[in-house]
């Protein structure tokens, strides 16, 4: 079924953002997914975010693989660059094209099929690049174009719709990502928009690979009894002892925040929001503690959400290598080939 455009009147005047652009400058074809899709839900959280951010549609360069998950790129942003690749191989286009651009805005779409099963060595080394980008996984445990098997994240006697229970170990992408040296990562529900749009800023705002798990749940195959990845499940199990919220680039804000208690704190708009301290011995800038802290709830069968590890001084992919800060397709011909005189040199650097 082809995408289908939307109209592109608005009912009543739009509120603008910095640039003077409205929310329906960030949308993109309608969806043509299942109604009630939790895709859907993690679309509109993108929306907002990059509204809210007043980032420049051209810079914005979004990338799938195959699945439904896939599908969403064409749902958001219809004046971004867009590469929709083969099954598993979106962390291999991210890369090149960060490699050539790195002054575009990064975020990749992919599902828990596209990156765990056919894509997880693709993702193992963007991961282990730090690629500065949004790498977000819309994970609903099955294969959702091809009748609902289960995924690689299918928990242990997690039901199917049709058929026995799953038997096989699953994997968790955030311990993944973490265990591997992911510099960013968090993980959220596609029913909590509230929760979600902070995240999505902040990971937009990171300098590196910004990993972030959505449970998303399969409405039509992944939505009964006995599933574990069920918006009823997901919302009865969810852990949300880690509050997420972001602020732009202002003048610094303060406050005390004592621990087990509630803080309110004015925002330059004026809004509030409320902050909860993180659990007793949490520390999201320890790899140890956050593995040990997804492996306890794990453990009593609860999902935790919200940012669980940030490394802000991990060198991305270009420090490490150490690129040029002008992006390459923006450099000259003589900067790109500076003649035989400068090859001879490098060759000489050799012996």
């Known amino acids: 079924m082809p995408s289908i455009i939307k109209p592109s009147i608005p009912l009543?005047?739009?509120?603008?953002?910095d640039l003077g652009l409205t929310i329906r400058n960030y949308e993109g074809s309608m969806s043509t997914l299942c109604a009630g899709c939790g895709h859907d839900s993690i679309t509109a959280a993108i929306i907002r975010?990059?509204?809210e951010m007043s980032l420049?549609?051209?810079r914005i360069a979004k990338i799938s693989g195959i699945g439904c998950s896939s599908k969403t790129p064409t749902y958001f942003v219809s004046g971004a660059h867009g590469f929709n690749s083969v099954h598993g191989r979106m962390p291999s286009i991210a890369t090149g094209a960060n490699a050539a651009n790195r002054s575009s805005i990064y975020i990749g779409i992919s599902g828990d099929g596209d990156s765990l099963s056919i894509g997880a060595g693709q993702l193992v080394?963007?991961?282990r690049r730090n690629v500065d980008m949004v790498y977000l996984i819309e994970n609903n445990g099955v294969y959702g174009l091809t009748k609902g098997q289960f995924s690689a994240t299918a928990d242990v006697g997690s039901r199917a719709?049709?058929?026995k229970a799953n038997k096989v170990t699953p994997i968790d992408p955030a311990l993944l990502a973490i265990s591997l040296g992911a510099s960013f990562v968090a993980r959220s529900f596609s029913g909590d928009k509230e929760q979600l749009v902070p995240i999505l800023k902040a990971a937009i705002s990171h300098r590196g690979f910004a990993l972030i798990d959505v449970i998303s749940p399969c409405v039509q195959f992944n939505n009964h009894n006995g599933s574990t990845k069920s918006y009823s499940y997901v919302r009865e199990h969810e852990l949300k002892d880690i509050e997420t919220s972001y602020v732009g680039e202002f003048s610094e804000i303060t406050a005390d925040l004592t621990q087990g208690n509630l803080t309110s704190v004015t925002l330059h708009d004026g809004s509030e929001v409320v902050f909860r301290s993180l659990p007793a011995g949490y520390d999201s800038h320890s790899r140890e503690s956050a593995i040990a802290y997804i492996n306890g709830a794990v453990a009593r069968n609860e999902i935790p959400t919200g940012l669980l590890f940030i490394d802000e001084q991990a060198p991305d992919m270009?420090?490490?290598?150490?690129?040029?800060?002008?992006?390459?397709v923006d450099l000259s011909y003589e900067s790109l080939c500076p003649g035989g005189g400068q090859l001879e040199k490098f060759n000489q650097s050799f012996k």
């Open 56 to 58: 420049p549609p051209e």
């Open 125 to 127: 080394h963007a991961i």
């Open 12 to 17: 009543i005047p739009l509120a603008k953002n």
């Open 318 to 328: 270009h420090q490490v290598l150490e690129t040029t800060s002008e992006a390459l």
């Open 161 to 163: 719709k049709k058929g």
């Open 49 to 51: 975010s990059f509204f």
